[in-house]
């Protein structure tokens, strides 16, 4: 019995490398959820292949099965950064982006020293999901973050993208604001006193 389940675990996981491979390298959307769904049937409650299976019925259009995927991966991984960035992508999608950001911040909270390489895309989406939310002053603050975490060229591509974007935004708001704020004085001016 024992050998038996390694030979299925091993089948698993052969699945799950080529499923990856086909939706990565190849977007054979298809061809890889054929193979994860293999992988998930010898093994239901791998949360690699769950993540991998959101992220392909997600890339199909597939979104509430995508989130009922990731979900299940985050019951039973609750420290698995990855589940998390995916399933902010599809709350995005859903016009859920106040739960898209907590994902986010989530996922930030889980990053170790080995996952560093999720921070680049998890500060971009953080960034694009507080400017759909019209809160652009936490997005130069995230952005300001991510000068403590990110390698040179990745930052670059953040503050290029960025920098001057929310400064534009931050400075057509304070306008805005300072506009509403100022009395009318054309109003008052016929006005004496008591």
Same mark, same amino acid.
């Given at each position: 019995?024992?050998?038996?389940? @390694?030979?299925?675990?091993? =089948?698993? %996981? ?7 491979? /086909?939706? $990565? ?27 991998? &299976? ?17 979900? @299940? ?10 589940? &998390? $960035? =995916?399933?902010?992508?599809?709350? %995005? ?7 898209? /950001? ?5 996922? /930030? ?8 390489? /999720? ?14 939310? @019209? ?13 403590? &975490?990110? %390698? ?26 300072? @506009? ?15």
């Amino acid at each position: 019995m024992q050998l038996l389940k @390694k030979v299925l675990n091993f =089948s698993a %996981e052969r699945y799950l490398k080529t499923a990856g491979d /086909l939706f $990565i390298y190849h977007s054979d959307y298809h061809g890889a959820l054929e193979l994860v769904e293999k992988a998930l049937e010898t093994e239901p409650n791998d949360t690699r292949a769950l993540v991998l &299976y959101g992220d392909i019925l997600f890339c199909l259009n597939r979104d509430g099965e995508a989130l009922k995927a990731l979900n @299940k991966a985050i019951g039973l991984n609750p420290q698995m950064a990855e589940a &998390y $960035i =995916s399933k902010a992508g599809v709350l %995005e999608v859903m016009g859920k982006c106040r739960e898209a /950001l907590q994902c986010c911040r989530q996922a /930030l909270q889980l990053i170790n020293r080995s996952k560093q390489y /999720l921070l680049p895309s998890l500060f971009d989406q953080q960034i694009i999901l507080l400017i759909r939310l @019209k809160r652009f002053r936490e997005a130069q603050q995230v952005l300001e973050k991510a000068n403590d &975490y990110l %390698e040179d060229e990745d930052l670059d591509y953040l503050m290029s993208s960025y920098k001057s974007l929310l400064e534009q935004f931050c400075q057509k708001r304070a306008q805005a604001q300072a @506009k509403t704020i100022k009395p009318n004085l054309s109003i008052v001016q016929g006005v004496t006193p008591l």
